[in-house]
């Protein structure tokens, strides 16, 4: 077909009509006033122009001015809009002109800016065809974009709309000043260029649209002389944040984000998110905290609704944040305490007391075992050991598991919550034993020196782990070139056929090898499964020339000078003899316990690695019998929906393909909300912005010191090239990118808590960290030189020209 009237264009023809023609066509059928026109189809477009068929839908539409404009294949999609990516030319009259523009559309398909979208979206150039829509030109006196939701804060019950005098394209190119207008409901006031009036028309449009569509739109529309309102576009806002699951509950509730927690902004994997959901459970409830853990397209999210509004509990809301959710969900909460929406409720019932202290006999456990550890550290490391050890020894499956049903069953009996006491309760003791001194050594040492005596801190199995790695390294340093100058996938592939020279690897993947960089994930390789990030990071370490900044060196000058600095506390401490006596025997038990925090973690680990093996085995049958497409594709699936397939036989292909593009398409957002409300309000959007020097970024200070580099901007550890002194700027860190560390000058995060791991290991190593740095991947751009200011918690851009110190 070469040309097709627009109202014709249904949505199953987006291949032929593209993705404006086929969302027009519906919006003329679904009885919205849309100007007539046609669609030259991708057939046509293939080769020469069938100029006599367009020549001849001209004449019947009337001739005169028109509207050309793109419809790719690709385009206003619920993923990607491609807003004015490719051309539109407006006003266009007679044949030729209307040829010349047509031909115009078509070759912007291939200009920079669309395959440079195309690249960021991971949309294949191959698979996108252009069509061109051809309409009936409305002269407007006022026009303009209606948003059904505001896509600045994401609040699905407000509208958005930008209106100017004149044509829509001034408003959309941001080539004119306009009338900015929020839309709560039907009744607005008089302001601008519309009328309340035409106001309450946009806002019944977009009820009607976003109703009709199912998902939040973007909306061009233009009003006559006549005064007719004429929809010109609608497609979804790709930009929005999905929002929380629809409760039945008619007041607001606020969610707040939990997987930064684990070091982890990417999405979990359906498979992954049960164990998670678990995982983080059992931590909230250690802390007292019970909450409701939901999914959202892949992020965690907890309801922290009705331990806002409890009377007590909201009380130790914002303190019991501190440790691992970090000062901006601090912030955050801060705010939803303050919101009259959340003010106090009274109790309901007695099982309505969410947050308190733990049941009796935990209580007497914990008091117990976080007493015994402070007074008996090196007992206490020792029986954590043991424990470890016996974890990693119980987490091998069975020899006699052989179906899917027996390895399924293995999987589902798992409990990845359970951590003895012998674990639980020296982590505790070290994380109370640092917390505590702060405030009774306050007006005698600074926060600064606190964080120091927390530094180069021993018995942090991800430092050893990181160390151990330098160690490979340093004696690889006879193959330095192959290992400078292969590709890590390329090295990973040779060490898995055994073509590779011995470097010591397979010792390390024995000890380390369960782990990975958002390794909590089962959905995720661990690096005995690929260990192609080990390679990069090897490499890194390969290019450290300068033996002072050699890591093992660089820690023992942190440890060094934490030891210093707690002799100086310890004399000063004298001027309070009772609260000093106990803050340096916290500090000193802080150094003996503190680096046991990544042991749980790293132990339960074990039993993740071995229920993916377990797993993996599973969808080889399954896709033996073709009821997946690949082994892996498993992970996409629940539980329960491998138990359907290996006993009744169900074929999940669909199902995973749906998912692994959404998982897909939230691997490339790069923001995630930290809170938001029901109504799907990013929190952080309506906060005051903190005030900052003019160009300097504000965070929050989490590591002692100050340093210039480059900025090394990182979104996959596994890739990462970092030069000695090179500045790491990360949306987030979990333990699998401080080997990264080894070598870093600083650390700048947009997510985290002063405890979290990319923190701690970063002050263990004497680097400089601010985290908290809303957008700085975006901000910092890479190879800027910048100053990170750990005390004063801002990253300033250094002015061109000059070098690093």
Sequence with gaps: MQVVPLADSTADMVDLVGGKAAGLGELIRHGERVPPGFCVTTDALTGSLPTAEI?????????????VRSSATAEDLPVASFAGQQDTVLDVTGEAGLLAAVDACRASLHSPRATAYRDAHDIDHDTVRMAV???????????GVLFTANPLTGNRTQMMVDAAPGLGATVVDGATTVDHYLLDGPDHPATGCLTPTQLAELHALGQRLQHHFGSPQDVEWAYDQDGTLWVLQSRPITTLFPPPPATDKPQPRVYLEFGHVQGMLQPVTPMGMSSLKALIAAML???????????????????LTDQARDPATRKRLVKLMAVDFGPRAQAVMQHVLADPRFAPQPRRTRRARTVGGPAARTAARAVTGVLGALA???AARSRLLDAVERMRLASAAPADLTTPADRLRFVRDQDTT??????????MAGMLAAALPP?????????????TVLGGMPHNVTIEMDLALWRLARRATDHRRLLLDTPPAELAARYRQGTLPDIGLARFLDTYGHRGVAEVDLGVPRWDEDPAPVFAMIANYLRVTDPEQAPDRRFARAAATAEATLADLTTRARRRPVRGRIAVFLLRRARALAGLREAGKFAGLYRLR?????????GADLADAKLLARPDDIMFLTLDEVHDAVRLGTDHRDTVAARVATHRRELRRRTVPVALLSDGTDLETVLPAPPTAEGALRGVGAAPGRVTGPARVVHDPATARVDPGDIIVAATTDPGWTPLFLTAGGLVTETGAVMAHGPTVAREYGIPAVICVPDATRAITDGQLVTVDGAAGTVTAVPPGTTAP
């Design 439 to 451: 405030h009774l050594l306050k007006g005698i040492a600074t926060p600064d020196e606190i964080q």
């Design 133 to 143: 829509v051809v309409q009936r030109m409305v002269t407007p006196t006022v026009a």
């Design 376 to 378: 008996r550290p090196d």
């Design 55 to 67: 020549t001849d839908a001209y004449r019947r539409l009337g001739g005169g001015p028109v509207a």
């Design 285 to 303: 409830a250690a802390l007292g905290v019970r909450v409701d853990i939901v999914d959202i397209d892949g992020r965690l999210y907890g309801d």
């Design 610 to 618: 071995e229920m993916r093996r377990q797993l993996l085995f599973i």
């Design 418 to 427: 359970d951590s003895p006491d012998g674990i639980i309760w020296p982590i």
